[in-house]
């Protein structure tokens, strides 16, 4: 019987590992950089070292960034007084891009899932709480039209409304059961417009 | 005068191929568009023939039972594949399940979601185990209800997948002690657009269940009435804020409760129906014949408004449907056909005459099919 070498066997669980990956998919992909140039495998090792050497979470939103404060955060042209919180660092980058916003930034590192034991205390929930007590006007809250985001914006929204400040939730121009990351910046613009307040 | 305006050829079944499906090993089926009576001894397969069509047609059994019971013994995996000829195109369906993993839906080759395939299709089944409807427990009447009101909406049926989901969700928080009144608002959110379309479907169906039943039973008197378990009385006229209020009120009486019992109390989910036959409770009151009677009467009724509401006739299942009933009661129910679409009738016995004539006859012996005549 056909066994394959101790390295490429390596390779393949590791990349097995990564998200949507299954082990026919990471076999095919450990075949194709067996076939690339040395230099060209190297590049895609070197990055990714790079990525974990240089790259770590903003302490005030948990974005991930080069630097700390993120250059979001500490870009002073921006309105302060407006967060929009998301669920992942793609989700910022997404809103990001959306025309017609140009507030700050709150990640959340997931949203609440209790079938996956993802509590309140798993997210940076307290986190937000505590920038909240600066002057902060309105809160975004832009987690992902699916089950999980919506309990999460309404958890989030019980949460802050107390405090007086405004809290919205961007309007589902969103088709159900996509993604924010995925949503086209027109869609998010739209989204974003249309957001109403709890 | 009987056979002309009979059939009205719209959407139906032309072929069917079933792989490892319960008993059948494989097996290949050309129906006619019009009736087709499945011949066959106690045991051969009829009613499992009928469960391979529904699956087709929309992805799930009409029982309440896992796929996994419907694998053939011994096999890993089953397969349900058929074209559907509706007007003039024809769409190639599949269904497969893998005993561990995922069912898989395809339409024209492209995967599905099931979904799709209530947009497309629609297929009443009645049988023997239909009188469970009235006599059975709560479970049963909420499959009847999901099964086919997500018939008559796709939203409805959306709104029952995102219920469970968050339902799901909620008695995981439960169990783990999270603060759960986000899942009460979502629920109390999407609970009430249930609520009111399992209103209005009773309501629908209260009316033409009532005059099938009477023609059924010599002027017998069946009534339908929601009980919704969220509220206490459930108005005639329906204003989904006000229940949404009512839902997430009795959801905060109720919260403490279900902290103890770590499960949700309340809601869709624990909706019933009750039905009185001649003023009495049917399940505690009603006679094995009236719950037949009852219960081909509310599927008939359910044939006759998904075909206003979509505009075609649905696929018709009986299953031992004339074997229950006598003579009389019998020819009330083919009376009761009109625009007939395509038909499949399971007997072991001859089929009532007047249906024989037209019908493809199907000869089904140890998992094979055989065309009689
Ligand atoms: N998963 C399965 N694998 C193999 N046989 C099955 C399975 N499920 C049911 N059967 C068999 O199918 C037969 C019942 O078929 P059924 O369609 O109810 O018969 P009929 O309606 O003609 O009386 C039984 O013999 C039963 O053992
Ligand atoms: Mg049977
Ligand atoms: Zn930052």
Redesign the interface.
Known sequence: MFKSAASVERLANQLARLPGIGRKSASRLTFHILKMSKDEANDIAEAIKEVKEKVGFCTTCYNISESDPCFVCSDNRRNQEIICVVEDSSDAAAMDRAEGFNGMFHVLGGCLSPLDGIGPDDLKIKELMTRLKDDIKEVIIATNPDVEGEATAVYLSKLIKPMSIKVTRIARGLPVGSDLEYADSATLSRALEGRQEF | MFASAFFIYTMHLDSLKLTSFRNFETLQLTPSAGINVLHGKNGSGKSNLLEAIFVLCLGRSQRGNKDGDIIKNEQDSYRVEGTMHDGDRSIEIAVAVMRRGRKQITINGVKSKALELYERFSVVAAGPEDSEILAGPPSVRRLFLNLYISQQSTKYL?NIT?YS??L???N??L??N??F???N??LAETGAKIIIARQLFLKTLNKSAGSFYSKFSNNGELDIKYKPSALEEIEFEVDESRIKEQFEARLNEVKEQEMILKTSIVGPHRDEIEFDINSFPARTHGSQGEWRSAAIALKLSVYELLKEKRGFSPILLLDEIFAELDESRSAAVIDSFNDLGQLFLTTALEPPARLAQKALYLNIDSGQVEVVR
Do not use: F, G, N, P
Request: charged content about 45%.
């Open positions: 959306e995102k989901r968050i799901s969700q909620k995981a928080a169990k783990e999270i603060e009144d986000s899942y608002y979502l």
